[in-house]
């Protein structure tokens, strides 16, 4: 399995940037996709979800942070997610990770990844 993370770059502050994923290996349109993304000095985190239930009824999650600015979204016939980011901000520089098969153990438990992409550095300037 691979994932294969692109989109990544120098944005102003303000600006919009999409990341895309594409998974080869297996497919995954019955599992949630999401992206996670790490700052220098801090530990990963979740940042967006997408689950696909059938014709065209998704679900998604995110973290308070990106909620209004973020958009995730999947094309399951290219095995691809994609995280639309909006209004970017200082604070979303972040190497960014997509992963495959997003779960959680508990409601209350953090999402966490079975397969992982590599990162793609994403930097926003003030």
């Known amino acids: 399995v691979q994932l294969q993370a692109s989109g990544g770059g120098l944005v102003q502050a303000g600006g919009s940037l999409e990341l895309s994923c594409a998974a080869s290996?297996?497919?995954?349109?019955?599992?949630?996709m999401g992206w996670f993304r790490q700052a220098p000095g801090k530990e990963r985190e979740f940042v967006a979800r997408i689950s696909w239930s059938g014709g065209s009824t998704y679900y998604t999650d995110y973290t308070d942070s990106v909620k209004g600015r973020f958009t995730i979204s999947r094309d399951n016939a290219k095995n691809t997610v994609y995280l639309q980011m909006n209004s970017l901000k200082p604070e979303d520089t972040a190497v960014y990770y997509c992963a495959a098969d997003v779960t959680r153990a508990h409601y209350w438990s953090a999402w966490i990844g079975k397969y992982w992409g590599q990162g793609t550095q994403v930097t926003v300037s003030s």
């Open positions: 290996g297996r497919t995954f349109s019955s599992n949630a």
